[in-house]
């Protein structure tokens, strides 16, 4: 896989990305929309992604494939908090890999996503997952829960819990060149100060 941090999105970006979020929706209720984004409606969320990468305000990692194609398969978003005071803060969203992709690169993609957290010289990743969703894979990869919303979001009328979690670069990278893994084994679901 190739993965890449792009500056701009270009049509053929936009389009692969609304076409794998779509892959996703159908199969899964966890990007927040439950059926495939309309092209329109797609296109609108892609210009927004790319007028936020032209202005510096969203780091977007696109995982590629290595053909000639290289269609977008993968990607993530992080996004820096605004404050002052929180600007060791980044927010990791729209985590989304291509059904027929998964099993291929995830560490890999999740190793990226640190350099590029470490290299931004921020220290806290945070982010938002359903019970739904891979809140135990974001565990095992050294996420921590510091906060629970049991009416996070509704599927058909019915409240889904949320999870608010947060991970610490250094400590993610450390326990990578200790043990040569990313996996970590005894993370404690419970809320954790980072400071301990």
Same mark, same amino acid.
């Given at each position: 896989?190739?993965?890449?941090? =792009?500056?701009?999105?270009?049509?053929?970006?936009?389009?692969?990305?609304?076409?794998?979020?779509?892959? %996703?929706?159908?199969?899964?209720?966890?990007? #927040? /929309?439950?059926?495939?984004?309309?092209?329109?409606?797609?296109?609108?969320?892609?210009?927004?992604?790319?007028?936020?990468?032209?202005? @510096?305000?969203?780091?977007?990692?696109?995982?590629?494939?290595?053909?000639?194609?290289?269609?977008?398969? #993968?990607?993530?978003?992080?996004?820096?908090?605004?404050?002052?005071?929180? &600007?060791?803060?980044? *927010?990791?969203?729209?985590?989304?890999?291509?059904?027929?992709? &998964? @099993?291929?690169?995830?560490?890999? #993609?999740?190793?990226?996503?640190?350099?590029?957290?470490?290299?931004? @010289?921020?220290? %806290?990743?945070?982010?938002?997952? &359903?019970?739904?969703?891979?809140?135990?894979?974001?565990?095992?990869? #050294? /996420?921590?829960?510091? @906060?629970?919303?049991? *009416?996070?979001?509704?599927?058909?009328?019915? =409240? %889904?819990?949320?999870?608010?979690?947060?991970? $610490?670069?250094?400590? %993610?990278?450390?326990?990578?060149?200790?043990?040569?893994?990313?996996?970590?084994?005894?993370?404690?679901?419970?809320?954790? $100060?980072?400071? $301990?």
């Amino acid at each position: 896989m190739i993965y890449d941090w =792009p500056r701009r999105l270009s049509d053929k970006d936009m389009l692969e990305i609304i076409d794998l979020m779509n892959a %996703v929706a159908v199969r899964e209720h966890t990007l #927040g /929309f439950f059926e495939p984004l309309s092209q329109e409606a797609g296109l609108d969320l892609m210009r927004d992604y790319d007028a936020q990468l032209r202005r @510096g305000e969203l780091e977007l990692l696109a995982v590629r494939t290595e053909d000639s194609d290289r269609r977008i398969v #993968g990607m993530l978003t992080l996004e820096r908090a605004h404050l002052p005071a929180r &600007r060791h803060v980044i *927010d990791m969203r729209r985590c989304v890999i291509a059904p027929d992709s &998964r @099993g291929q690169f995830l560490l890999q #993609g999740w190793e990226q996503a640190l350099y590029k957290v470490r290299d931004m @010289g921020c220290e %806290v990743i945070t982010l938002e997952v &359903r019970d739904d969703g891979p809140f135990e894979l974001w565990r095992r990869i #050294g /996420f921590r829960d510091y @906060g629970v919303l049991p *009416d996070y979001a509704r599927h058909d009328g019915a =409240p %889904v819990t949320g999870y608010f979690m947060y991970a $610490s670069c250094s400590e %993610v990278l450390e326990h990578f060149e200790k043990t040569g893994s990313w996996i970590f084994d005894d993370i404690p679901a419970a809320v954790v $100060s980072i400071a $301990s």
